[in-house]
Structure formats: structure tokens, C-alpha cells
């Protein structure tokens, strides 16, 4: 990593792009968890975990990922510790408050329940047939943080667990339908009492107690408040209350002589949920005294215990409901449903959704930013568009009218549309504004369309097909049919518009790319650039002057389009992978300039994808997008050194895995019955996935980008925070000398020291000491080499003028005037400079729509309450009681010719409500 860092400085290209945040899948199996503050919820995606804000609506993502599917969360009482354990068995601690790895642990299986004691002290986790109770370690990192404590036998799997208010006992559900009660540490009163005394007297000091009344699997099992009572919930939908104490005598019974009844744990009563559907989940709420069940038919349902009183019935989905929570205060029910993987929160008492997000049901196929870079379109194998969020990734709006896979998407330049096309045999063009669909666009035979593209006017729609091999062209204004472009003799998998003179360029199977005059009228293809093998993808670069293919051999070329010559070529078959001898079938399928056109994205069959930079030929930075070890390739292999699969338990390489670990041998035991590159069949290898990367694209800014992968879309975008990046930094760049210029009124001094340092905080000081008098001064004389960064300052001081995140800033019109001086005085060199400042510039206009969203509402809200304010002021009619008292003279004192002059001049109120 510092050999990529150190060559992207020489280059002058930032590569530090790091992981934010996940989106187009909102939760995928195992539990659900509330924080112990009850405002955040976690839902594990794959081996990541999504955090919801639920009261600020800001959704993020863990930094840390498992080695496989999470399956099993839990948070220490304290909420500082969240253990996570995924479906193989391996379990990571980390410092929720600080998100910083702490430690790892490997179990012997897969868990089936998490639970910390009350008291913080231990951790109880049910692997199979036994539950481990192990200490809970420290805040901070250890050599060997865990401890195993004691472990507890059972017949069958272990199903779910429940601690006692003590932490000194502990309830396990078994698949076998029963209930035992384990002891931990017994109470210290305890102590020189016979165990008929201790029995009676503390009926939960048993070291081993067994219940047995349930005749399906235990889902879930829970104390009371007072621990004199234990609710158990089995998977035929039946409740059963226990009670310790002495049992009554069936009817027609009675008490024989000389016979002590001894008190024990009895069904004290039987309740039936009667819903025709089985138990999946259920989570108990101590404080309010309830429970609330989720159901296979896509219902929940709350009850009040012990007098088992339905509180509340809701059908949520048609599908089960996998995963139920209840955050601390007991007033919000989250519900988890992987089938449709979707996350629900439910607000039970005034009847309201506080969360509701569904993903994908299946894979996603293509992306794309919108123009300002605030949206995210998404295109899924489910036949469903969504529109996210890219500021809180939350998603707003989904459209469902395409019957079959969107195979691809694009924004609209200079207008709030969608466009995708799909195999259904129709391209539909979406309003973001009225968020409908106002287009459809289709041919006039039946066909499956297979890529779509729209030019930077907005006007003209084209979309291929891939079994006839033809391009048809369309006005998005009419909906007309323009022209059939007719030329390929493969499938075309690509489509791209220059952004400067409207050309199509299209990639076909038949080893070719055509360039064509899409408004000549011209049906001819202008120009030909032939390859060796299949094309799989083109993109121009922003000013319009390079064209760039990839095709099936790993090679991407660079095509000079004004002259039809080949500029250049990477061989990018080495990197596609990374491993000798494995990169056969691995290509890059997507590719991506950035908004300056000096580097170059691709991704495609890997785990990998590329950060290339064009005008050197070199690789900057390779990004390791799959990290779930169920894909294949994800566990490196060494032969010959299996000794070092003891080295895996200290996590010496996150990215790549270790050779011979127990991970691996966990794959390997299917191979007597697996053929090599046998992926269908019965002689496939089927617990093993391919991991691909489907679609990359840039920001327009250029500070972020996403990809389409099998795990969803990734995020990735560089963080200032913690950056030192200097700019022509020399010795008199100093603190002290910047606030000594700013002191003296050399606020151009100041300023250009200041943003040579690059430090924001200093930045901001400078820039708030300037007064407006001095801007147009300043704006002329700044020279044009710090033009760009004093532009990506404005773009950032816009939302963040104190360095608190999501603060706006109260500046406005002060940035405004910036903004117009720097205009006015250097916009021949911003025009001959588009592509340098296009990411500068487009940042900027970002923040400026989001202050101008934010600042229309309040007025339009303001505007509103007036209006009512006045029309209710004019309704109302207040008498007041007049009391007859006797006149009394008042003396004034004498007014001045001068007082009265001023108080004639005094303008009148005439504001709208003023009365």
C-alpha cells in the first residue's frame, strides 16, 4: 500500500479511496439488533453489518467484516462490546463506540444463539449440542482475550438462550422440545444448606434441570421479571407458562397421607396462537411484560403475559418473518424478512412505520449516478428500479413496471429521468419528479434489449439487443422510433455517447467497436475499431477525445477518436486476479473514467477491481471488493505448508485468508464429489459461489465510486478528515505566520498559506476573517494554481463550516459572492480548464442544491404557518371587558421639534399579518 501511495503522489492522483457504505440489499439472515440506546438498528448483509440512525435517518456501514454470512449478533450490557459470529463459526469482538476490531475466536460449528449475562461478565453461545459460556473481555486489545468458563450438554441443537437477572443461571431451548435450567455461579447465601433446603428455599440453584412439555422445536424461552415463572415458545405456535411452586392435583385427586409435597416447575397454563402458520421468531420484553412473534405467512403478532391479552396484529409480508427485536424502551418492533430482504420498524402504539426499506430480492445488474451525484439508481435480476439516497443511503422511491431483468440504466444529463432497458422487450424512461413512469419505448418486432445509453442533450435514447444484433434509436420527447442502426454481426453488449458531439460507439461480440453519426441520419457506421477477441464494454473519457473497450482477453484499449488510431493499451490479464495460472475466464466487464479523465476504473469476473491511471499505462490501486469466503478464491492456498493454518487464528491477513485453515478444509470436502469447472449438475460443486463485479462507475464529483458486486453496491470515496495532503508546503507555511498575515489584513497572503497547508480548520479561520469588501480583490489576484483547491474548499465549507459533520452552514450569501467573483474572473481559464475543475465545480453544485432543498422547505413551511397565522387572526375576534373608572389627568412631557421630526419619518407597518 505505501508503494501505491507513494506513485499516486508522483502522478498527482489521489487513490486513497476507502469503503463507506453499502446499499442495494438492506438485510439478508440471522438476528436483528436494537442498540442499548434503542436509536440505532443493526442488520447483517453478507459479511457486513448495516447500522441504521432510526432518529436521525442515516443509515452507515461497520467498517470491519466477517469472514463469511453473519448469522448471530449480540451487545454487552453496557453496549461498548458487540460480538458477531458468522455461519462457519467465526466470531470477531469489536468496540462498537470506537468500531475498531478487538479480537477473534474461531467456535468448533455454527452458533445458534448469543447472549451476554446481565452483569457483563460472561458470554453464553449454543453451538449444537452444547452451550459455551466463556468471560467477556475487555475494552481493550489482549493476547488472548477469551476464556472458556464452563460448557453444558443437551440431547439435540441448542435452539436459543436466556439469562437469569443474577447471571447466574442460564434457560436453554433445544430442538428436541425441551427446556434445562443450568447453573453458573450459585448464589452465595447458598452456602452450608442441604440441597432439599437449597431446592425449596432458591428453586434455580440446580446445577442441571430438564422441562419437557413442548412437542415441536423450542424457538424462543425467557424469564419473568420476578424469575417465578419461565415462557417457552415452541415452533407449532404454543405457549407454555411454568411456574414454580407446588402443582395442583389433577380433578378427582387427592393428597395422600404421611406424603410432603415438594414445590417444582409446572405448566401452570397452555396458550395457542391460532395463526394456521408456524413460529419462526419470537423475542420476549422483560419490562413491559410482552412478547412479540413473527409468523411464516408474513404476520406478527404482540401479547401481553402472563394473561396472554393480544396487544397488537399486523400482516407485514408474504413471506416469514425471520427475525424479530424490540429496542429497550419497548416501543419499536423491528422485523427482519430475507426473502424479500427487508427491514421494517414498526411504532406499535400510534400505528406508524419509523423504518421501512426493502433491497433487491436478487442480484444487482447495473448502476448509475446522477448528475449532481446525490442519487443512485439501481437495476436488479427482480425486474425492480430503485432510486438511493447517496447522502443517507436510504432508498425513496422503487419502480416495478419492467416483468424481467434490467439489463441497464442511465441518468439523464440535464434532466431529472431514468432510462433503463430490459429483457422484457421495453425501454422506460422514469420521472424522478412526479416518480412515474412517463416512457416506453419498445421495437416494432419483439426483442430482449441488452444495454441502453442516452446522449448528454437528454433527447435521443438508444438501446441494443442481443439477439438481432441491431441498435434502434429513439426521441425521448415523442417516444417516436428515429432510426434501426444495423451493422453487427454479434451481440452488442455496450453502448456510450460522446459527451461532446453526440456519437454512438457500440461493443459487439464480433470483435468489434462502431462509431456512429447518430443525428447525420446516416445509417452507416463511421469508423471501426477491430479487436482480437469479444468487446464487453466501451466508455468515452468526459471531453470526448478517448474511447476506452475491454474486451474477453483481459486487454483494455484506448482508441483516439478524431483520428480512428489506437493510443495505448493495458494488458490487464495479470491483474485481473492477481494469481499465476488462474486467469482463465476472468475479464473486465465495466470500465469508468474518472470526471478528469486521468484515471480509469475497471471491474469484471473477480474479487478484484482496478484502479488504473491512463496517460503512464500503470496500475494504482487494486480495491478487493468480495471478501466473503463462501466465493471462490477468496482463500489463497500454499501447498506444501499446511502448518501454516495454526497462523489463521491471529488474522495475519484479512483480505486474502490463510492456507489450510479450517475454512478450507470445510470446502474441500465435497471434492470427491465435484468435477473441476463443473458449475451445474449434479457433479457441481454447488456450495461455492463465483464472486463478479457486474458494473463500475464513477461520482461526478470523482471523490466517489460504486460498483454492482455479489455482495451489492459498494461504496467507496475519500475521506478528508484525517488527510494531511499539502500543497507546494515550504517553511514559512506555518500556523503562526497564517494567523500573524490574517492579524496584519494580508488576506491573500493568509489565504494562499492556507491552502497551501491544506488544513481545513485554518482554511476556514482565513476564510472567515476576509470581509465581503475585499472578495472581488482577492478573487482577481488569486493565482490560477490554487483555483481548484480553494473550489473543493468552498464545496466543503458549504456543509461543513465548524468540522461537525452535517452541519449547514449560515454563510450563504457570503459563499455565493465566491462564488460569482471567481467566476467573473477566471471563467476563460475554468472553460479552457473543463475537465481539471469538472469534480470541483460539480461538488459545488451539489451542496448548493441541498442548501437550496433545505432553505425552500423551511421558507415554504414558514410561508404556510403565516398564512394560517393571519387568516386565523382575522376569524378570531377578541373582546376585551371594559371597566368604568374615573378619569385621571395625565401629564406628558413636552415632545421637541426634533422628536417629532423622527417620529414622522418612521416607516409604516405594512408587513403581510402585521395589524
Known amino acids: 500500500r505505501s508503494t501505491e501511495s507513494k506513485m499516486s503522489k508522483e502522478l498527482s492522483v489521489r487513490s486513497d479511496y476507502q469503503f463507506s457504505q453499502l446499499l442495494g440489499l438492506i438485510y439478508n439472515q440471522g438476528n436483528i439488533l436494537f442498540s442499548p440506546s434503542g436509536t440505532h438498528l443493526l442488520s447483517p448483509v453478507g459479511c457486513r453489518l448495516n447500522i441504521f440512525d432510526l432518529v436521525n435517518h442515516v443509515s452507515g456501514t461497520l467498517p470491519i467484516t466477517a469472514e463469511a454470512d453473519i448469522y448471530n449478533m449480540a451487545f454487552s450490557p453496557d453496549g461498548t462490546l458487540l460480538l458477531i459470529v458468522d455461519v462457519l463459526g467465526g466470531g470477531i469482538l469489536v468496540n462498537y463506540q470506537r468500531r475498531i476490531l478487538l479480537s477473534t475466536l474461531r467456535f468448533k460449528s455454527k452458533t445458534h444463539d448469543i447472549k451476554f449475562s446481565p452483569d457483563g461478565k460472561y458470554f453464553a453461545v449454543t453451538c449444537e449440542n452444547y452451550v459455551d459460556v466463556w468471560k467477556t473481555p475487555g475494552p481493550q486489545k489482549q493476547y488472548n482475550p477469551f476464556v472458556r468458563y464452563c460448557s453444558f450438554y443437551t440431547s439435540d441443537f441448542c435452539t436459543t438462550i436466556a439469562w437469569s437477572k443474577d447471571s447466574t443461571h442460564i434457560l436453554v431451548g433445544a430442538k428436541d422440545t425441551s427446556l434445562a435450567i443450568h447453573t453458573i455461579n450459585p448464589a452465595p447465601e447458598t452456602e452450608g444448606m442441604s440441597n432439599t433446603e437449597r431446592y425449596d428455599k432458591f428453586p434455580l440453584t440446580r446445577r442441571s434441570l430438564k422441562l419437557v412439555g413442548h412437542r415441536n422445536a423450542v424457538v ?9 415463572r419461565i415462557y417457552s415458545i415452541c415452533k407449532g405456535g404454543v405457549l407454555l407458562i411454568w411456574h414454580y411452586g407446588i402443582p395442583p392435583l389433577p380433578a378427582g385427586q387427592e393428597q395422600r397421607k404421611n406424603q410432603k409435597p415438594r414445590p417444582g416447575w409446572y405448566v401452570e397454563s397452555k396458550h395457542f396462537f391460532s395463526q394456521n402458520s408456524s413460529v419462526f421468531s419470537a423475542q420476549f420484553h422483560k419490562d413491559a411484560s410482552m412478547v412479540v412473534v413473527g409468523f411464516g405467512n408474513g404476520i406478527f403478532g404482540a401479547w401481553e403475559l402472563p394473561t396472554f391479552h393480544e396487544i397488537h396484529r399486523l400482516n407485514i409480508s408474504s413471506s416469514r418473518v425471520h427475525a424479530v427485536a424490540i429496542n429497550p424502551s419497548g416501543e419499536w418492533f423491528a422485523f427482519g424478512i430475507p426473502d424479500q430482504s427487508q427491514l421494517l420498524v414498526w411504532e406499535w402504539q400510534s400505528e406508524r412505520y419509523v423504518l421501512k426499506q426493502q433491497g433487491h430480492d436478487y442480484d444487482i445488474n447495473c448502476l448509475a449516478y446522477g448528475p449532481q451525484g446525490r442519487f443512485i439508481a439501481t437495476g436488479g435480476t427482480d425486474g425492480k428500479v430503485k432510486i438511493w439516497k447517496a447522502d443517507d443511503g436510504f432508498c425513496f422511491v422503487t419502480f416495478t413496471e419492467h416483468t424481467a431483468e434490467i439489463t441497464g440504466i442511465a441518468f439523464s444529463a440535464s434532466k431529472q429521468v431514468v432510462v433503463t432497458s430490459s429483457l422484457d422487450g421495453t425501454v422506460r424512461a422514469f420521472d424522478l419528479v412526479r ?12 426483442r430482449q434489449f441488452s444495454c441502453v445509453a442516452i446522449d448528454a442533450s437528454g433527447d435521443i435514447i438508444a438501446a441494443a439487443c442481443s439477439d438481432m444484433f441491431e441498435i434502434y434509436v429513439w426521441d425521448m ?23 461532446m458531439n453526440g456519437e454512438l460507439a457500440s461493443a459487439s461480440w464480433d470483435h468489434t467497436v462502431l462509431i456512429w453519426d447518430v443525428f447525420s441520419g446516416n445509417k452507416t457506421h463511421k469508423e471501426m475499431f477491430s479487436h482480437g477477441t469479444d468487446v464487453l464494454c466501451v466508455t468515452y473519457r468526459p471531453d470526448g477525445k478517448q474511447l476506452a473497450s475491454a474486451s474477453m482477453d483481459g486487454r483494455i484499449n484506448f482508441w483516439d477518436t478524431a483520428n480512428g488510431l ?5 494488458e490487464g490479464k495479470s491483474d485481473v486476479n492477481g494469481k499465476k495460472g488462474s486467469n482463465k475466464g476472468k475479464f473486465f466487464r465495466s470500465l469508468s473514467y474518472t470526471a478528469d479523465g486521468q484515471c480509469l ?21 487494486k480495491f478487493l471488493i468480495a471478501r466473503n469466503k463462501k466465493y471462490s478464491g477468496l482463500v489463497s492456498r500454499a501447498s506444501g505448508h499446511s502448518s501454516q493454518g495454526h497462523m489463521s487464528e491471529f488474522r495475519l491477513d484479512d483480505n486474502e485468508g490463510v492456507s489450510g485453515s479450517v475454512l478450507e478444509n470445510k470446502w474441500e470436502k465435497r471434492a470427491n464429489v465435484s468435477l473441476p469447472g463443473v458449475q451445474t449438475g449434479k457433479l457441481a460443486d454447488k456450495t461455492r459461489l463465483i464472486s463478479k463485479t457486474s458494473h463500475v462507475t464513477f461520482g461526478p464529483s470523482g471523490r466517489q465510486w460504486a460498483c454492482c458486486s455479489t455482495e451489492g453496491v459498494l461504496i467507496y470515496s475519500l475521506d478528508d478528515n484525517n488527510v494531511f495532503d499539502p500543497y507546494c508546503l515550504d517553511l514559512e507555511v506555518t500556523e503562526k505566520n497564517i494567523s500573524a498575515a490574517t492579524e496584519e489584513g494580508s488576506f491573500l497572503k493568509a489565504l494562499v498559506m492556507a491552502l497551501k497547508l ?35 474548499f468552498l464545496a466543503r465549507y458549504m456543509t461543513t463550516p465548524t468540522g461537525a459533520k452535517d452541519t449547514p452552514s449560515p454563510h450563504v450569501h457570503f459563499i455565493l459572492k465566491w462564488t ?30 441541498q442548501l437550496h432543498e433545505s432553505l425552500n422547505k423551511v421558507c415554504t413551511e414558514n410561508e404556510a404557518y403565516m398564512d394560517y397565522l393571519g387568516t386565523a387572526s382575522k376569524k378570531r375576534e377578541v373582546v376585551f371587558p371594559v371597566e368604568e373608572a374615573e378619569e385621571e389627568e395625565v401629564s406628558f412631557p413636552a415632545i421637541t421639534e426634533k422628536e417629532e421630526e423622527e417620529e414622522n419619518t418612521k416607516p409604516a407597518a405594512t408587513l403581510p399579518g402585521w395589524y
Not at 420527447?477 to 459527451?499: I, K
Not at 480548520?761 to 470581509?771: D, G, N, Q, S, W
Not at 460569482?820 to 448548493?848: D, I, V, Y
Open 220 to 228: 424462543a424461552a425467557a424469564f419473568d421479571k420476578e424469575e417465578s
Open 435 to 446: 416518480y412515474r413512469n412517463f416512457r416506453i419505448f419498445t421495437s416494432p418486432d419483439p
Open 477 to 499: 420527447q415523442t417516444g417516436r422510433l428515429l432510426d434501426v442502426l444495423e451493422g453487427h454481426e454479434g451481440p452488442v453488449s455496450s453502448l456510450a455517447f460522446n459527451p
Open 566 to 570: 489506437q493510443m495505448g493499451f493495458i
Open 601 to 621: 476504473l475497471a471491474g469484471g469476473e473477480n474479487k478484484h477491481v482496478v484502479l488504473y491511471h491512463v496517460a503512464n499505462r500503470l496500475q494504482l490501486r
Open 758 to 792: 491544506n488544513e481545513f480548520p485554518i482554511t476556514r479561520k482565513v476564510f472567515e476573517c476576509i470581509p465581503p469588501t475585499e472578495i472581488d480583490l482577492i478573487s482577481r489576484d488569486l493565482h490560477q494554481s490554487y483555483l481548484k483547491l480553494f473550489l473543493l
Open 820 to 849: 460569482n467573483s471567481l467566476l467573473f474572473a477566471h471563467g476563460q481559464f475554468f472553460k479552457e480548464h473543463a475537465s481539471l475543475f469538472a469534480p470541483s465545480f460539480r461538488a459545488l453544485q451539489k451542496n448548493m442544491v
